[in-house]
């Protein structure tokens, strides 16, 4: 990673949104007074204002990754990791995992659901796994590896900041699951 001189003027790149901007302000406490009157434009101002003058950031590990102002400054000018597709190229991608899950759901026959052989299917799926912070080209790509004629299993690097939403997500879930527990004599009748 290169260590850039931050004292320096430094552009935000446009595919940070206005959202992850105020994430950014909120997370790293950056002292911006009415953040939230400002459009993306002059929050990216500010962002770039208050970092330039920071001695140092406080380390992140819940959703940014970040331990020192070098790599904000780094992450902020870098195109933005989670939006790495055009809104048609989204598009693409989500029509293939609706392929590859009908697919699946029409019991891995390759007719019913538009494909003609299994290199196909395992071309799409290779494809569409690169994007794994799409919920769809997940469950898409964890029924097309049980398909039985699929030799070879496809592989997904899930990013860090979405296996933590997951973590955090699957933690709710289980948090949320009642037990009854209930206790006596119980007869149970099978015709």
Do not use: C, W
């Not at 990216?44 to 331990?67: K, S, W």
């Not at 597709?85 to 390759?110: H, P, W």
């Not at 290199?119 to 039985?148: C, G, H, W």
Request: aromatic share 8%; glycine share 2%.
């Amino acid at each position: 990673m290169e260590i850039q001189d931050t004292s320096k003027q430094f552009e935000i790149h446009m595919t940070h949104s206005r959202k992850e901007l105020l994430d950014i302000i909120r997370v790293f406490n950056l002292p911006i007074s009415n953040k939230n009157d400002k459009n993306k434009k002059e929050l990216q101002d500010a962002v770039v204002e208050v970092v330039r003058f920071l001695d140092n950031v406080q380390p992140e590990q819940e959703y940014f990754f970040i331990n020192s102002k070098e790599e904000l400054v780094d992450y902020l000018v870098k195109q933005n990791p989670a939006k790495t597709l055009t809104i048609k190229e989204k598009q693409d991608v989500m029509m293939i995992a609706k392929k590859l899950i009908s697919y699946s759901r029409n019991n891995y026959f390759l007719m019913p659901s538009g494909y003609m052989d299994t290199v196909e299917v395992y071309r799409d799926a290779s494809y569409i796994a690169k994007f794994p912070e799409i919920p769809s080209v997940r469950k898409a790509i964890d029924l097309t590896n049980k398909d039985p004629k699929m030799r070879e299993k496809i592989q997904m690097v899930i990013p860090r900041r979405v296996k933590k939403q997951l973590e955090k997500r699957k933690a709710v879930k289980q948090q949320n699951i009642p037990l009854y527990i209930k206790h006596g004599e119980f007869i149970l009748d099978f015709d």
